[in-house]
């Protein structure tokens, strides 16, 4: 997951200093007033993200092949305990109450 992240920054980045450079050229406009930073960003995530999804499609797979044995693991860790536990209460017994 982590480079998945690390590959999606970069990737973005990339199309910052693209579109920045282009803007700075004049060849995309230049945002209206004081907007012309958040108007680069905006443009260049909208660039990165096609280009991520087509380009990091196996990073991507990866990654989440790694998530789904991370929460099965959790998942099988959960019921190791939870019949544990009924084991534990099955082996001491009816419990008397105290009133």
């Not at 579109?19 to 945002?31: A, E, I, Q, S």
């Not at 958040?38 to 989440?64: K, N």
């Amino acid at each position: 997951m982590f480079r998945y992240t690390l590959w999606r920054l970069g990737v973005f980045a990339g199309c910052l200093g693209v579109v920045w450079g282009l803007v700075y050229l004049g060849v995309f406009p230049r945002g209206f007033g004081e907007s012309n930073g958040m108007w680069i960003v905006l443009l260049a995530l909208v660039i990165s993200a096609p280009i991520s999804f087509v380009v990091l499609r196996g990073v991507r797979d990866r990654a989440s092949v790694q998530i789904v044995e991370r929460v099965d693991r959790m998942k099988a860790n959960l019921d190791a305990n939870r019949s544990q536990e009924d084991e534990t209460v099955d082996a001491t017994g009816p419990q008397s109450q105290a009133s």
